[in-house]
């Protein structure tokens, strides 16, 4: 995950906040040594010569308290704008943080094989006539997790009816509007902000309505690793915006469970027509006869049956 930080000084901090340091500092400037406390003094020769964020640190961590009774209100002022640093510089520490364990994070995921991708895909090999062509096609790839349920609901939803180019176009949208997507921070965009990324206004109000569900603690986050493909379904689809299909991506993409047949999924459906019946209408029930096959190993298949359209794709 990337974001650009605009560097105006050596402190990460907003314009507003940098524009009233700099003023501090021209303040400073005006002002005589000798009317300035003894405690500050060699701090107004640095600050003619430093930038004023790195001399409000070092005022801050000699907690300047003593002041000359007619200069308080001076140095009052210089007191908050160095508390007013501070904020700014914990802020600025907390989300940096936070940015690169994010980072850390999706490097991981994409890194997590799942520990049963190799024996599935041996099993399939043998087993189907069509994946024994296709699987050596695509290499060492492999499913990978969205990690964070928050975000494999939210894309999910986002990608309901839509082509995956409108989708990823969209959450690019939502990342620049949010680095750090999590619940808090899409309830702060609100609904508007939410339409002006593309979300159409039914969709803007699943989302908030899922980070409501996520912020209330309304959900048993915790629990579903341990619960059955069908309870978490039926945890899921109680929330307004999540149906059948929402559920079952997040079974496949989120904990990664390796039985999921999404007979709902019109890419899924399609490939089976391609891949086994020469492009003809295939119905629910022949999917699923020709997915009896692949169990006990349904979503590592439904996985290649979609790599197989995008192969399709850039073919034609």
């Known amino acids: 995950m990337a974001t650009r930080v605009v560097r105006r000084s050596s402190v990460n901090m907003s314009p507003q906040l940098e524009d009233k340091m700099l003023a501090a500092n021209q303040a400073v400037r005006g002002t005589e040594e000798k009317t300035l406390p003894d405690a500050v003094k060699s701090d107004v020769t640095h600050a003619r010569t430093s930038r004023c964020a790195t001399v409000l640190n070092d005022i801050a961590s000699r907690q300047v308290t003593r002041v000359i009774p007619n200069e308080e209100s001076s140095c009052n002022n210089m007191r908050s704008l160095v508390l007013a640093a501070d904020l700014a510089r914990q802020s600025t520490a907390m989300t940096t943080s936070a940015l690169i364990s ?8 994409a890194t997590s094989r799942p520990d049963y991708w190799d024996q599935a895909c041996s099993d399939l090999v043998h087993r189907d006539r069509i994946l024994r062509k296709l699987i050596p096609q695509f290499g060492p790839v492999h499913l990978i997790s969205h990690g964070d349920p928050f975000i494999t609901l939210a894309r999910a939803i986002i990608g309901q009816q839509i082509s995956v180019i409108a989708a990823q176009t969209i959450w690019a949208r939502l990342k620049a509007a949010c680095p750090l997507i999590s619940p808090s921070c899409i309830m702060q965009l609100g609904w508007t902000r939410l339409i002006e990324c593309g979300l ?25 690793a341990l619960m059955d493909d069908e309870a978490v379904v039926d945890e899921l689809t109680q929330i307004r915006g999540i149906g059948f299909w929402t559920a079952e991506m997040f079974l496949i993409f989120n904990l990664m469970r390796p039985n999921v047949l999404p007979l709902d999924d019109i890419g899924l459906i399609r490939s089976i027509s391609l891949n086994y019946f020469s492009g003809e209408p295939v119905t629910r029930s022949e999917a699923r006869e020709v997915a009896a096959n692949w169990e006990p190993w349904r979503t590592v ?8 359209l995008e192969s399709l794709s850039k073919q034609a």
């Open 102 to 109: 994010a980072e850390s994070q999706e490097r991981k995921n």
């Open 301 to 308: 298949a439904t996985w290649y049956m979609w790599r197989s």
């Open 200 to 224: 159409s206004k039914r969709k803007s109000g699943y989302i908030l309505e899922l980070a409501q569900h996520f912020t209330s603690d309304a959900l048993y986050i915790s629990s579903w």
